[in-house]
Each structure stands twice: as C-alpha cells, then as structure tokens.
C-alpha cells in the first residue's frame, strides 16, 4: 500500500496543481534561449520576469513506466519581437515521448524531428502527442496564461545542451501584430 497512488487536485482556471512540487523559470535563466541576447542583457539591468511556472507530481519510485504529471503556466510575453517559450529539450532517453493537452490560452509547439521542425498551432482543447527523439518547446503567442498539461516516463531526463546547441530552426515572432513563424 506505501506506493498506493493519490488524487491530485488541478485549479482548471489557473493550471495549478495543489500541494505539489512547483519549480519557474525566469528570464535570467534563459539568458542564451531568446535570439537577441542584447534585449535579454536590457530587460536584466531592470527586472527578472517570470516567463513560466511547472507543477509537478513525481511518483515515488523511478522505475522504468512511472509517469511524471506536471502543468506548465507560460506566460504571455515578447522578447524584442520574439514570444516567450519553454527552454525546449530533448528527452535523454531516447525512447521516452510525451503528451500535451492544453487547458487554456493560444501558441505553437516547435517540434523538431531529425533536421526538420514544424509549428504546430495550440489552444485549449489541443491534444499533441511529442514522439520519441524530438526536441520540443511551447511557445505563447496570446495574451493570457498558455496553460497545458504534460505526461512523460519518468526516465525521460532532459537533455537542454542538445536542443540549444542544434536549435530549432524556427522561432515564432510577431509581425506587425501577428504571430508569424520565422527561420533562424
Ligand atoms: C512541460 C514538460 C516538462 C518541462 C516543462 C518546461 O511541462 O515537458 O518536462 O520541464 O514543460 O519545459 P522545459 O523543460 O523545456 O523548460
Ligand atoms: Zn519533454
């Protein structure tokens, strides 16, 4: 009975999961991720905004088939003209995938598979299914919270200096008002 599951209680109007482990990312630590890296230096010499916020359930074992169930709260937000986003990893293990399901607000997941990347429209409803071996991040393109819902294997790992050091290829920026998909 110790490993006997529990019920966790999800806030749907905010993504918040109650009593859980809750871990952000600011700017501060995404100094290198944004493509003007003098933009981040000029926002730093004045504030540290909090781009995202992860809740997240850890199952006390990490055998092999334990899922970790987590929200992400990615708020709205540009850098220059580029819109905040997750960090974006590959999992280590390469045989580890992950489901998304958004609960509120609108963007895109990047997901990059071998040498191509597609921008893959979200909003509350979507359902993304991330396959093995893809680097992927969620980027916000609306004006409010993008809210989603994630699983993976426990044994995924993530694997930041791979997804930073190849890229993603694309970023999504606005362009006079609209989010327009870009190379980079
Ligand atoms: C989702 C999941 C997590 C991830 C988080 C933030 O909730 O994919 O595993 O940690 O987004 O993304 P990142 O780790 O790329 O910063
Ligand atoms: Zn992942």
């Known amino acids: 009975m110790a490993n006997m599951t529990k019920v966790f209680r999800v806030d749907l109007s905010t993504g918040v999961i109650l009593e859980v482990q809750r871990w952000e990312r600011r700017l501060s630590d995404m100094r290198e991720d944004f493509a003007s890296v003098e933009v981040v230096e000029e926002i730093l010499s ?9 809740y997240e359930t850890r199952p006390i074992s990490t055998k092999i088939g334990e899922l970790v169930c987590c929200t992400t ?22 045989n580890s995938s992950e489901v998304y399901l ?7 997941l990047l997901i990059k598979q ?11 409803g979507s359902l993304a ?7 992927h991040r969620v980027v916000n393109t609306g004006h409010t919270p993008l809210v989603f ?3 993976y294997p ?28 870009a190379k980079s």
């Open 46 to 54: 004045k504030e540290n905004p909090l781009i995202y916020e992860v």
């Open 73 to 94: 709260i990615l708020y709205p937000g540009k850098v220059a003209n580029e819109y905040y986003m997750t960090k974006g990893h590959y999992h280590q293990d390469p």
């Open 102 to 108: 958004v609960l509120s607000g609108q963007g895109f």
């Open 114 to 124: 071998g040498r191509e990347t597609s921008a893959l429209f979200l909003e509350k």
């Open 129 to 135: 299914y991330i396959p093995p071996g893809c680097a």
């Open 149 to 151: 819902f994630a699983v």
């Open 154 to 181: 426990v044994q995924a790992g993530h694997d930041y200096e791979r997804a930073k050091q190849e890229g993603f290829g694309l970023r999504i920026v606005d362009k006079e008002g609209q989010p327009c998909v």
